[in-house]
C-alpha cells in the first residue's frame, strides 16, 4: 500500500524553541515525556490548531502488513518501502521456526487465516481447531510464558518489530533496539499507537553491548535480527554469543559492492574472505556470510546451519540456526588430519590459458534447508492474503526448491557465449544438452540466466562448442591469444544434442510464477542514510573451507577443498 502524508499531524521537539506548543492549552497535546511530544489537532480541530499545522514538519503515515508507523518525513529515521518483501519473509519464516521451535516445548501456535492445519493456542488447547482459524484473546497472548524472546538489534523505527508482535505468533517478547534517541521515541510511539506495548520493548542502546550482556545461558534471545545500513560484520561475534541454543540468526548484507567483487580486501578485512568479481558473485556473497557466521561461532564452540539464504534486489538476507558442539566444530577445520598439500590447480586455466584468481575461502555446503523451506513455501502458498508480497516469497522459494543443493556457484548463458562472440542458445536448449549428456541441471534464485549444473567446465564448452558450429563466429576476426580462439579451436569430445527436453523446462517456469521482479519504482536502490543522530553501522564444514580458482575470461571457476 502506497503511503499517504498528513500535514497537520506534528511532531514538536521540546528542545527546539522554534517549534515550542502554543501559548493556548491545546486539549490534544500530550506531555513531553518522550524526546517529542505529539499534537493530534489532525484528529479533532481546535480554536488555533492552525499555528500547529502551519509550523509543523510532515508526517508520513506508512501502512504494511498489519502495522500502521509514523515516520518524520525529513528522513531524520531510516525506512526503505522496497524492504516489505524481506521483512515479509522474515515474517513467514519466524513463523515456521516458532512453530517447530514451541512444538518441542509441547505448545502449539496459531496462525490467522490458516486453513488444514491443526492449530492451538499456547496457554489452552482446547482453543485450537482443525481445518477453521483459531482466536485468541489478547489476555492470553501475554502469558505466554513458553514463547520466543527476539530481538531486533537496529530497528530504526520499529515496523519490523511491531509487525512481529502483530502477525508472528508464539512471542514472548520483543526488544526493538537502535542507538538514536529520535529512533527510539519513535518506536516507543509507534508501538503504543499499535496496541503492543505488552510485547515490544523500546531500547537505546548499542546493539553489540546488548548481545554481549545477553551472553549467559539463560539470557540468550531465541531470534536475534540484524539488519544494517550497510555490513553487519561488527555485530557478528556479538550475535553468535547471544542467540539461544538452536536459536535463529537472521542477516542482512547490503554493502554489495564489497562482496560482489569490486573491493575484495575490503571483503577479506570485514569477513574473512576476498570476493571475486563475476556473475555469480550474488550467490558467492551468500557462502561468504555463511562463512564467516561458521568461522566467529567456532570460535566459541558453536556452529551453524543454514536454513534459507537469498539473494534479492540489492542485499542479501541469510537465516541460520545456532548450535553447540565441539565435534561439528572441529569439522569445519581446514586442517583436521593434515596440512593441505598444493597447488590444487595449475596455474593456467586448462580451457582458456587464461591466470587463475584466487578467492574465498567460502561456505561450499547446502545453504538452505529444503525441508524447512518447504514448509514456510506450503504455509504462504496456503494463506495468500496474509503478506503483500506473497506472490513473489512463493516465487523465490519455489525456484530455491528447485535448485540443487550439492552445487556451489552457477554459469550464465550470457557469459559463456560473450566469452566465444556467438549467439546465446535459448534455456531450454542448453538445459535440454546437459540433460541428454546425463547431468543434473537447476536454476538459480540469484541470477536469472544462471545455470546451476553438476557437469564440469569442459561438457560445458563442448556444448558450447557444438552450438558454435550451427551458429559459427567469424573466426578470422579472433585474436590467436584470445579465450574465445583457444576454447574453438579444441574439438569437442561430447557431441551436445538440442533435442528440447519436456523436463528442461522447470516448474517455477511453466507456472510463470513472479521469480524476478522488475524494478518496484524510479530512484529504486538502498535509499540514503538517515540524517538524525549517529547510526553506527555497526567453510566447507566437515571438509574445510572452499578456495575459489576463478579465471577472469572464460568465467569458470574450479572450487577447491583445502
Known sequence: MSPFVLRVLTLHHPLDATASAPAHSCPYVTPPSSPYSV???????????????SRAPVVTVVKEGKASIWFPSANEVFYNPVQE???????????EFARETLSLRGARVVVPGEKERVVVCLSDEKNGTKGEEASVPQEEEE?????????????????????????????????????????????????????????????????????YEARGRNERYDVIDLDPYGSPSPFLDAAVQAVSEGGLLCVTCTDMAVMAGNNGETCYSKYGSVSIKSKYCHEMALRIILHSLDERANVYQRYVEPLLSVSVDFYIRVFVRVRTGQAKVKNSASMKYSAATGPPVGVSCEHCGQRHQLGGPIWAEPIHNMEFVQKVLAAVSGNPSRFG????????????????EDVPLYSTLDHLSSTLHCNTPSMLL????????????????????????DAPAGVLWDIMRCWEKNNPVKREKLSETSPSY???STEPVLQACFDIRADANPQSRKRHLTRFQENPQANWGPKARAKAGWVRTLRLRSEGPGLLFKTPECGLCSLQRS
Open 389 to 404: 508480497t506473497s506472490k513473489r516469497i512463493e516465487g523465490i522459494l519455489s525456484m530455491i526448491t528447485e535448485e540443487l
Open 143 to 211: 502469558r505466554k510464558e513458553e514463547g520466543l524472546r527476539v530481538l531486533e538489534g537496529l530497528a530504526a523505527s520499529g515496523l519490523r518489530s511491531i509487525r512481529f508482535a502483530l502477525e508472528v505468533p508464539g512471542l514472548k517478547s520483543v526488544t526493538a533496539n537502535d542507538c538514536s534517541a529520535k529512533a527510539v521515541a519513535l518506536i516507543a510511539r509507534n508501538t503504543q499507537h499499535n496496541g503492543v506495548s505488552h510485547l515490544v520493548q523500546a531500547s537505546q542502546r548499542d546493539a553489540s553491548m546488548v548481545m
Open 39 to 53: 499534537c493530534a489537532c489532525a484528529f479533532a480541530m481546535c480554536e488555533r490548531s492552525a499555528f500547529c499545522a
Open 430 to 453: 542448453f538445459r535440454s544438452a546437459l540433460l541428454h549428456a546425463g547431468y543434473r541441471v537447476s536454476l538459480s534464485h540469484a541470477c536469472k540466466n544462471a545455470v546451476k549444473t
Open 486 to 488: 583457444r576454447i574453438l
Open 85 to 95: 518483501f524481506n521483512r515479509d519473509l522474515t515474517c513467514a519464516v519466524l513463523t
